[in-house]
């Protein structure tokens, strides 16, 4: 498709799901690209909007905020804080952060449901879908649970199974269940509307694979395997209770379907902070409009979002869908669910200050066109041998010998040598290069790009070595640190759409304001003559204390998900009624507990068993402390044979539960029974 020139452009980052905190794998895929993108058009003193904010709808949110008996609006509450605060830490520059349940979003999303209904446009359906007697309500996917038909997994999910990862329906479940009541639920007719999809192919052919070759590699081959496979109507509603009413009189317990409903978020939120200016953003042909996802997100953001503007009538298309890959942690799949994963939240109390370290090395990783690997240790690496070894080690020396010399003041440049030229040369096509790697997406390559400058005056340095020649020929030495001057400069600039923690520090130490995006490549940025600031580290070294915590933390993580892993203990072999009789089960009353010597697991207690008192050896010293069990009723096992245990006679056994991690947790009457009770 032949480039058009556009007035403005409006960027947009896929909304995070509000049913958790962020992590690393959404920064490196969606927001730090985005960010820098946003960035680098306002240095350019283009006009730009960058559009975020959080998805709070969808079944996930409900199955959380029943398990913690909370609602779902206090669940979205939480997490949209905890997110948006996370992005603001880490300097992604949203020109506004909204949410799905804001007023401005029912209402738009209601009214571009409506005036497709109006148009005609939906295809109205009834099917037969599991319903929920005892609950009273219909029941999404994931609220249904039976056997997988494939590998007899009897907890699997009606949309998929966990155990062996196959894709289900819930008719194919065997023996469904309600998670909500636990009863067996029943087929009955519900209706829906569907976008016709395959009416819009013809379109998107054309759009996609015609008009856009130039998308990246991964978004148009997902595409073009959509299309190829032929698209099919999908339902715009569900029956649920959380979410977006459907705006159609007499209907009760049917919302708008997230996948909908969350795109139209950024329309909303561009409403919410453009108020009567938010049309040219959306419906001015001269606006360029930029979807920042992961790869997860493409069939919505390039197929099915377009089919509803496209429905519509009057809004832009995307001009591109810059979509990333998925970034790994330490060579396994990122889990929000097993908690493996890196939260933006927590690396911060870990490791203070360092946004833009992180932000470099995800950059420099960043999954662009295949899913790539975050480590610990290439972290380390990269922080330690070119952000402080190469960057931080020549603006240093820079201000340093330039303080030392020239009492902290930009020396007069003198007359260059060829090797000045060659090394001026070097950078002075800067601006042009950068400008074509970010214009298309290729924001790994253009942070490389920069450093490179870093690396040409590390070498000017090393090669000049002014140190030496301050003995002799200070006018050379001062024709040196004003070009090192320069370039250090010209870095304060290229690594702003980076950097920007650090780069106002270096503008602080360089003693300027922000330079424009155009004066990239320039040999005159600083005057001879100009005040510098006060020279400072720009970046520090990272310990291997520090990264070696980090990555038990991980292990740690790892090993208590394997834990929770195991399967449950087998049934036993069957026994006779008569059998189980013979134990004499009792309830009594701690007296006392303490640790038995020498011994690290043993607990001796004290036992009212109401017969007189007993003592009973437990090991489960690891779990509880003595005086946390004193006053406590426990069961116990009355008939044991006694037997010596470090000496001490222990007369029963008391019962316990043991997790899959292996804890134990001991069994206790729910309320207080007279000590001695049989336990039957």
């Excluded at 299309?227 to 705006?247: F, K, Y």
């Excluded at 360029?288 to 953001?301: E, P, S």
């Excluded at 790892?558 to 049934?571: E, G, L, S």
């Excluded at 899959?660 to 336990?679: C, R, Y």
Aim: proline share 5%; aromatic share 10%; with cysteine.
């Amino acid at each position: 498709m032949e480039a058009k020139n556009f007035k403005r452009t409006l960027i947009t980052s896929a909304l995070p799901y509000a049913n958790g905190p962020v992590h690393i794998g959404h920064l490196a895929g969606v927001y730090v690209p985005a960010d820098i993108y946003a960035r680098y058009l306002r240095l350019k003193g283009e006009e730009v909007l960058f559009i975020g904010g959080s998805d709070e709808h969808g079944v996930p949110i409900t199955i959380r905020a029943r398990k913690e008996e909370v609602t779902p609006q206090d669940i979205v509450d939480r997490y949209h804080n905890i997110i948006k605060e996370s992005f603001e830490d880490f300097g992604i520059t949203f020109d506004i952060y909204s949410r799905t349940t804001s007023e401005t979003h029912r209402q738009t999303a209601s009214e571009f449901f409506r005036t497709l209904y109006e148009k005609g446009v939906f295809i109205e359906r009834t099917s037969e879908q599991y319903y929920d007697g005892e609950a009273k309500q219909f029941l999404a996917d994931r609220y249904i649970i039976g056997t997988c038909p494939h590998c007899g997994n009897e907890r699997a999910y009606g949309d998929q199974c966990e155990a062996c990862g196959t894709s289900l329906n819930p008719t194919d479940l065997k023996n469904p269940k309600s998670t909500i009541s636990g009863s067996r639920p029943v087929m009955r007719e519900t209706k829906h509307w569907y976008l016709p999809l395959d009416q819009y192919e013809p379109f998107l052919r054309k759009w996609i694979l015609e008009d856009h070759k130039e998308w990246k590699p991964n978004v148009y081959g997902q595409c073009k395997s959509w299309l190829d496979m032929g698209l099919q109507p999908r339902a715009v509603s569900r029956d649920l209770d959380w979410g977006i009413p459907v705006p159609v009189e007499g209907v009760e317990g049917k919302v708008l379907y997230v996948w909908f409903d969350a795109p139209i978020g950024y329309i909303s939120n561009t409403k919410e902070l453009c108020a009567g200016d938010w049309e040219k953003w959306w419906k001015d042909p001269e606006t360029k409009l930029v979807h920042f996802i992961g790869k997860d997100n493409i069939v919505f953001h390039c197929i099915v979002f377009p089919a509803m503007l496209k429905a519509e009538g009057s809004f832009i298309l995307p001009d591109n869908v810059p979509a990333n890959e998925f970034l790994n942690l330490e060579g396994d799949k990122i889990s929000t669910s097993e908690n493996r994963a890196v939260w933006l939240h927590e690396y911060l109390e870990d490791l203070p200050g360092k946004q833009d370290v992180l932000r470099y090395v995800l950059t420099a990783n960043a999954p662009e066109t295949k899913d790539n690997d975050f480590t610990w240790k290439d972290f380390q690496a990269r922080n330690n041998n070119e952000l402080v070894a190469i960057f931080g080690n020549f603006v240093n020396r820079t201000l340093r010998l330039t303080g030392n010399y020239f009492e902290n003041k930009v020396p007069v440049c003198g007359e260059l040598t060829d090797y000045d030229r060659e090394t001026l040369k070097e950078f002075a096509g800067v601006r042009i290069d950068l400008e074509k790697l970010l214009d298309t997406y290729h924001f790994r390559d253009a942070q490389r790009e920069a450093m490179n400058i870093a690396r040409t005056g590390n070498k000017y340095l090393a090669d000049t070595e002014p140190w030496k020649l301050a003995k002799t020929d200070m006018n050379r030495v001062a024709t040196i640190l004003n070009i090192s001057l320069q370039i250090t400069a010209n870095l304060s600039i290229a690594f702003r759409p980076f950097l920007p923690f650090s780069m106002e520090k270096l503008n602080k130490m360089l003693n300027i304001k922000s330079m424009e995006w155009d004066r990239l490549g320039s040999t005159e940025l600083l005057e001879a003559g100009h005040s510098l600031g006060t020279a400072e580290l720009l970046f520090e070294k990272i310990d291997d204390g520090i990264i070696e915590k980090q990555i038990q933390k991980l292990l740690a993580t790892k090993k208590r998900n394997k834990a929770a892993d195991k399967q449950t203990a087998p049934v036993r072999e069957t026994v006779d009624f008569a059998d189980f009789t013979k134990l004499d089960i009792r309830a009594g009353t701690v007296l006392e507990c303490i640790k038995v010597p020498k011994a690290d697991k043993l607990l001796q207690f004290r036992i009212d068993d109401g017969l007189g008192g007993r003592t009973i050896i437990s090991g489960i010293a690891n779990y509880y402390k003595p005086e946390d069990l004193v006053g406590k009723q426990v069961c116990f096992i009355a008939n044991l044979a006694p037997r010596k245990l470090k000496g001490i006679l222990s007369e029963g056994m008391i019962l316990s539960a043991e997790n899959a991690d292996g804890s134990l947790a001991v069994i206790m009457p729910e309320k207080n029974v007279i000590p001695g009770s049989e336990v039957k």
